[in-house]
């Protein structure tokens, strides 16, 4: 019944920016961990960035700090990944996930149940 989309990735130049939407199609829950983890070929899955609904906060991968910020519209079910400065090391599929049992423990396991089908973003002049 959960389904989540990702959609806004594409082809961007070195210190250009892009913003990600992730779509929470069939999510009931008033609150849960949302995040957004990233994959490149021969690399183990990074998590970029998460978030705890109900009291906003955030967790930052070293890489991302300072140039990505991560947002939710709860009303909307919608969550969303602001890339800027970006470098052509954070070339990538981007996987949004959510899971509404982690009791506020987001960062750090990777371990959700829901996940996006991901969306490849691309940095290159």
């Known amino acids: 019944q959960v389904r989540l989309v990702e959609s806004g990735g594409g082809s961007v130049q070195p210190g250009g920016s892009l913003r990600l939407s992730c779509a929470l199609t069939g999510w009931t829950w008033s609150v849960g961990c949302m995040g957004w983890f990233r994959q490149t070929p021969g690399k183990e899955r990074e998590e970029v960035a998460t978030t705890y609904s109900e009291t906003g906060t955030t967790w930052y991968a070293d890489s991302a700090k300072g140039r990505f910020t991560i947002s939710q519209d709860n009303a909307k079910k919608m969550l969303y990944l602001q890339m800027d400065g970006m470098k052509p090391e954070d070339t990538a599929v981007y996987f949004c996930?959510?899971?509404?049992?982690?009791?506020?423990?987001?960062?750090?396991?990777?371990?959700?149940?829901?996940w996006g089908q991901g969306t490849q973003v691309t940095v290159s002049s």
């Open positions: 996930a959510a899971d509404a049992a982690l009791g506020g423990y987001c960062s750090g396991h990777g371990r959700y149940t829901y």
